[in-house]
């Protein structure tokens, strides 16, 4: 028998197939080849699952978009609605004050609320200091008037009297009317006390006359001209503390119209 040397047992070493604990080894290494398949089937398969995704989301946003949009026109269809109504609601009051202003016999009581701002704002302008009331009748079926009010007085009693008139207005009562107005005015400012026994009301007493302007069968919504005084009443005694012509922030006027001589 020949001797052996190291080098020849390691060469014959070196030549044996590997052992089975080496060949699972390596089949536990993924191929190179089959590795890269995998790395592009898995980003495919992802990709797919992104791209689904993103459709699912747009389309749930797309039918977020059409329960809105349905939304905002059932609202829409509310709010017309409620701005039909609202109009409507207007006109039956103001309906309502106009039967209220024609049945009140020629006694009319205008209740002029935020006095002071209202004040205030006289003050700066002569457009805003000129106020007038809601029309109101003589009977049913009789003359339109409505009160003037200066609050800041106008002329020669401008900042230092308040100024009240009186003026015709156009109805549709007029073609069967009497011209001019024949008739008696009382105009007076209220005094408001809660006792009826120390009120001390502001008024004056007119005579229509027949020659003036004022009561003259009406061209216009509204006779330009009116009658009354320029000087009703000082500012200062109406706005005193002591007293209570302005109560809640309100001023009270009272015109009684009646027709006939």
Known sequence: MLPTSAGAVAGAMALQPPTRDDEYDD???????????????????????VVADEAGLL????????TQQQHILELRSKVTYLSDELTHTRKELD????EFNRCCNGSFIWRLHNYQ?????????????VLHSPGFYTSYNGYK?????????VENAQG??????????????????????????TLSIIDQNKIPAKRNHIT???TAKPGLEAFQKPNTMRNHKGFGYMEFAPLSFIESTEREFIKGDTLIIRADVKYGK
């Not at 089949?27 to 699952?49: C, N, W």
């Not at 389309?59 to 059409?66: F, N, P, Y």
């Not at 309906?95 to 106009?98: A, N």
Request: with cysteine; net charge positive; hydrophobic share 35%.
């Open 27 to 49: 089949l536990k290494k993924p191929h190179p080849d089959k590795r890269g398949l995998g790395d592009m089937r898995m980003a495919f398969h992802s990709g797919e699952y």
């Open 59 to 66: 389309s749930d946003l797309r039918h977020k978009v059409a």
């Open 95 to 98: 309906f309502t004050r106009s």
């Open 117 to 129: 701002s209202l004040r205030d704002a006289s003050k700066k302008s002569t457009a805003t200091c």
């Open 145 to 153: 008037f409505c009160i003037r009010l200066n609050l800041n007085g």
């Open 160 to 185: 230092t009297h308040l100024s009240l008139f009186i003026h015709v207005m156009q109805s549709e009562n007029d073609d069967v009317l009497s011209w001019p107005f024949l008739g008696k005015i």
């Open 204 to 206: 004056e007493i007119l």
